[in-house]
C-alpha cells in the first residue's frame, strides 16, 4: 500500500496489463525493447521513473504508444479532472514529457519541454494538433517539412506520417490528439 502523500502513477500497473495481455515475459519485453529485465521490472513495481525514450522504447516492445501508456496509468472516468502545472507526471523530470491530460479519455494532450529529437516516425490512427507554445519546431509530415514558432499549430489528420524536432532552447510544445480508442470519422 502507497503511503498517503505518496501520488500513485499506476504506471507499473499498466505496463504489466499490457504485457501480461500480449503474453509476453519481461525478458522478451526486454529483448523487443533493449532495456534490461531489473530496469522493467522496477518500472512495473514503480520503483523507477522512465524516461520519454524509454518508455517510448517500451511501448513500441508493447505495440502501443506512450500515450496510450500514460492514459491506461490513471484510468479513472472523470468528468472534471485538474492537472495542476506541478503535478508529479508519470516521467522522469529529465523526460521534459508531462501528461496533460490522464485516464482513457477522447482527448489525449501532452507537453513537451525542452530538446526533442526527429528520431522516430509517427502515424497515428486519429487527427493530432501539435502547438508550439514557446521557441520553435520542425514537423515533417509526408515529405514535407513545417517550420514552426511560437504561436503556430500544425494540424495532421489520422494517417499522416510525421516526426518532430525542437529547433530553439527553451521550446514547449503541446500535442493534442484523438485517442486511438476512439474512432474518429468524417461524416
Not at 525478458?27 to 514503480?46: I, K
Not at 497515428?124 to 514537423?139: F, Q, S, T
Not at 489528420?157 to 468524417?186: C, F, K, N, Q, Y
Request: proline share 4%.
Amino acid at each position: 500500500m502507497r503511503a498517503p502523500d505518496e501520488r500513485a502513477t499506476g504506471l507499473g500497473d499498466a505496463l504489466r496489463r499490457r504485457r501480461r495481455a500480449l503474453d509476453l515475459t519481461l525478458a522478451a519485453v526486454a529483448e523487443r525493447s533493449g532495456l534490461s529485465v531489473p530496469f522493467l521490472s522496477q518500472m512495473e513495481n514503480e520503483r523507477a521513473r522512465p524516461s520519454m525514450r524509454s518508455l517510448q522504447r517500451v511501448a513500441d516492445a508493447l505495440q502501443t504508444t506512450a500515450v496510450q501508456l500514460l492514459a491506461a496509468a490513471d484510468a479513472p472516468a472523470r468528468s472534471v479532472d485538474l492537472v495542476r502545472a506541478d503535478a508529479d507526471a508519470a516521467l522522469a523530470p529529465e523526460a521534459r514529457a508531462r501528461p496533460l491530460v490522464r485516464g482513457r479519455q477522447q482527448m489525449h494532450a501532452l507537453e513537451f519541454t525542452g530538446e526533442q529529437h526527429a528520431d522516430r516516425e509517427f502515424r497515428h490512427r486519429n487527427d493530432e494538433l501539435l502547438y508550439v507554445a514557446d521557441g520553435a519546431a520542425e514537423v515533417e509530415a509526408e515529405g514535407r517539412t513545417h517550420r514552426l514558432v511560437a504561436g503556430d499549430t500544425l494540424y495532421l489528420t489520422g494517417g499522416v506520417r510525421h516526426r518532430w524536432r525542437t529547433t530553439a532552447p527553451g521550446t514547449r510544445v503541446l500535442i493534442v490528439a484523438v485517442s486511438d480508442h476512439v474512432e474518429a470519422g468524417g461524416a
